[in-house]
């Protein structure tokens, strides 16, 4: 079955860029919607953004100035790159597949996570 | 300020129906999913769209939505359902499919 692997450095620098790859095994990157959420420690979840593997991308308004991301299909895997981070980024970061079925896909129902990557922005 | 609303906390007897509902404007538009995440883990999705249950999820889940709310129903709730329970949807504009989540529920089974 489809899984979803983060990736990155569990510690980064405050104005320092946040970047995390989720790499897909199981199944393939194609056809589906990407995504990124994340969540502070104790607190609710939080949607950063979204891209297709066309490269199309929708980003959360409140993060969308710093927020980039990117996807390689020849190694199925997908990044996010949040820059001039601040401890307010600390949190775990989820990527997450949108959910398709019967030709049809929910762009806002996640239907596999990653297991989440514990990121801190500290000097 | 998130704009789906969730209860922070509801409790029910084991075995018995518990409701967990969200609220917000760009429910009258759009679907809501459902997510159940336990302590540690990532969340799982069991609902989505109009009221639907992925596979492995129980059918004691079940959603509704009427006007700007939307309710989870756990019929008949084992132990096993304690856990935090996330609403998401389209943000109130609509625009370029943006996601929004509600602030979660922590459900508790006495």
Known sequence: ???????GPGLVKPSETLSLTCTVSGGSINNYYW????????????WIGRIYISGST?????????????VDTSKNQFSLKLSSATAADTAVYYCARAYCTGGRCYPDAFDIWGQGTMVTVSS | SSELTQDPAVSVALGQTVRITCQGDSLRSFYVSWYQQKPGQA??????????R???????????????T?????????????????????????????????????????
């Open chain 2, 54 to 68: 992925p596979s492995g999820i129980p059918d004691r889940f079940s959603g509704s939505s009427s006007g700007n």
């Open chain 1, 1 to 7: 079955q489809v899984q979803l692997q983060e990736s």
């Open chain 2, 70 to 110: 939307a309710s989870l129903t756990i019929t008949g709730a084992q132990a096993e359902d304690e856990a935090d329970y996330y609403c998401n949807s389209r943000d109130s504009s609509g625009i370029n499919l943006n996601v929004v989540f509600g602030g979660g529920t922590k459900l508790t089974v006495l």
């Open chain 1, 58 to 70: 929708n980003y959360n308004p409140s993060l969308k100035s710093r927020v980039t991301m990117s």
């Open chain 1, 35 to 46: 995504n990124w959420i994340r969540q502070p420690a104790g607190k609710g979840l939080e």
């Open chain 2, 43 to 52: 969340p799982v999705l069991v609902i989505y769209g109009e009221n639907y």
